[in-house]
């Protein structure tokens, strides 16, 4: 396997059935080493207004509303079957792309085919309902139908597996989409179209603009045409989603930021914890949307842990996601680099004590890249920045606790309520922890396992509404009575 790309690729949109380029263009960069792996349009906005419009005609006028759901789900398992085929050419270039490690985009791709064959799947079942009424004369149901023209807006962090979490359920619905990547990984989401273009999918109900989220994004989000978005992205451009969604009250369904605690019991199987621990904050190299970025340890085991969690985080080795030696990747830009670096910065001044990292990785030809050492503070309180905001790098904290009360409320003291992971050998204990964590997507003796059955998504400023499982079907569906008087 090769650690570089060997070809730059041309990128294009795709509007209405054809490859549609733009007047400027962008280069996009692999993070390890900041070689050009791609050049990609930056489309405007009367372009993503031709692909609203493009949606809009094809959900109105085109026959894909009217498709039944065994053809959607026999189109879903055909886009599956090429995804499979070009397993490893996906996986090499989301690694090139996004410089996570080559066996975690390997795992996206996987979770991609499996979400895509799962949507295939559950469109298939029954979902309508009959309810009783005060006549006997009439006969009452419900029926799900799509909700129109779906605009997609994903990041960064899991390029592939964040757009097919949302094209699976949006096209398995029956609805249009007008798709927009992030500008800094858009190189599956082109490749993922050439699968589409190949299964000729119905011109307009599968669009893709690439391109700047203030642009594209805010076109999409403001649109009368645009029936529904669904964002997963930061809390900020969250709320302005909101905002522009409320021109026409479109649906949103919006998957935020995190700032996860990860509470680790004396009677918990130490090195266990310690494991999860650090996969918990340092898979993705904390660019998680998940990250278990709050540890809270036991007074009783609090020095154990730490010392042993110190230790094994300087064993982590960081490096070019391609290269196999390699245990956590590149952070994707050097303006997230540098965000990462700046709230470093603000932990050592706002008084924690820096137990190992905090700085760029250099050495050792990654000088070119962007890394930066594993990073672990302790001696922090509540209050502090690196406690409060959601960092998106490899830097966590480690908080002590005495009692479950505490525990329970240090958990929740953040505006976020993504996730939390809860590490104890007494069951009924972690129950009843766990249930009191404010957050949508929970652990125990765990962290990150992610199943596709199962919804994802937060409390608080976390977001609105699920993605996964039936839930997420459900977000790209209307709800209709339909009452016949016999
Ligand atoms: P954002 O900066 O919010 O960007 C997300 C997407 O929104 C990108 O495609 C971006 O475009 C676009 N965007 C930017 N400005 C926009 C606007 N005004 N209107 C509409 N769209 C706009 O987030 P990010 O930095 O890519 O990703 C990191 C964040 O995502 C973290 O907070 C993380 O927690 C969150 N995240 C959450 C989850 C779940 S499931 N909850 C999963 C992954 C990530 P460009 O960047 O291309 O300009």
Redesign the pocket.
């Known amino acids: 396997m090769t650690t570089t790309a060997t070809d730059v690729l041309y990128l294009k949109s795709y509007v209405n059935g054809e490859w549609v380029e733009a007047e400027n263009t962008v280069n996009v960069i692999n993070p390890a080493n900041q070689e050009v792996i791609a050049t990609a349009p930056r489309m405007t906005k009367e372009q993503t207004e031709e692909a609203i419009q493009a949606a809009r005609t094809a959900f109105d006028e085109g026959e894909w509303k009217n498709t039944t759901a065994k053809e959607r789900s026999n189109i879903l398992h055909a886009i599956a079957n090429k995804l499979e085929e070009r397993l490893e050419e996906f996986a090499t270039l989301e690694t090139l792309d996004n410089g996570k490690l080559y066996a975690e985009a390997e795992a996206d791709v996987q979770d991609s085919i499996a979400c895509f064959r799962y949507y295939a799947g559950i469109i298939l079942h029954p979902d309508g309902e009959t309810y009783h009424v005060p006549d006997n004369n009439v006969q009452a149901m419900v029926v799900k139908e799509p909700v129109g023209v779906a605009g997609l807006?994903?990041?960064?962090?899991?390029p592939l597996l964040?757009s097919i979490w949302k094209i699976a359920p949006a096209l398995a619905a029956g609805n249009t989409i007008v798709y927009?990547?992030?500008?800094?990984t858009p190189v599956t989401a082109f490749k993922l179209f050439e699968i589409l273009h190949e299964l000729n999918l119905p011109k307009g109900v599968a669009n893709m603009v690439l391109?700047?989220?203030?642009i594209?994004?805010?076109t999409?989000?403001e649109s009368n045409d645009v029936d529904m978005v669904s964002?997963?992205?930061?809390?900020?451009?969250?709320r302005?989603?909101m905002r522009?969604a409320a021109g026409n009250l479109k649906k949103i369904s919006l998957?935020?930021?995190?700032k996860s605690p990860n509470i680790v019991f004396a009677d918990a199987d130490l090195e266990v914890a310690v494991d999860y621990g650090l996969f918990g904050i340092f898979l993705g190299a904390g660019?998680?949307?998940?990250s278990g970025s709050r540890i809270l340890v036991q007074d009783t085991i609090y020095d154990d842990y730490v010392k042993r969690y110190v230790e094994r985080a300087e064993k982590i080795k960081v490096g070019p996601g391609l290269d196999p030696e390699t245990n956590m990747g590149a952070i994707v830009s050097e303006a997230?680099m540098n965000s990462i670096l700046g709230y470093i910065e603000k932990g050592k001044a706002e008084g924690a004590t820096l137990k190992t990292g905090g700085y760029r990785l250099t050495d050792n030809g990654l000088d070119k890249g962007f890394f930066i050492a594993p990073t672990v503070f302790t001696d922090v309180t509540s209050d502090m920045t690196i406690v409060r905001e959601?960092i998106?790098g490899p830097v966590v904290t480690i908080q002590k606790f005495s009692t479950e009360e505490e525990a329970v409320r240090l958990a929740n003291d953040t505006d976020f309520g993504?996730a939390g992971g809860v590490f104890s050998n007494d069951g009924a204990k972690a129950l009843r922890v766990i249930k009191q964590v404010r957050a949508g997507i929970t652990w125990v003796n765990d962290y990150h396992p992610t199943y596709v059955e199962a919804p994802?998504?937060?409390y608080k400023q976390?977001?609105i509404g699920r993605?996964l499982g039936k839930y997420s079907l459900e977000e790209f569906q209307e709800v209709k009575q339909i009452n016949i008087r016999l």
Request: with cysteine; proline share 4%.
């Open positions: 807006i994903v990041p960064w962090n899991f964040m927009k990547p992030a500008e800094v391109g700047q989220g203030s594209i994004g805010q999409i989000s964002f997963t992205g930061s809390t900020d451009v969250g302005g989603i522009a998957e935020l930021g995190g660019q998680v949307c998940s997230q959601e998106f993504l994802w998504g937060g976390s977001g993605s």
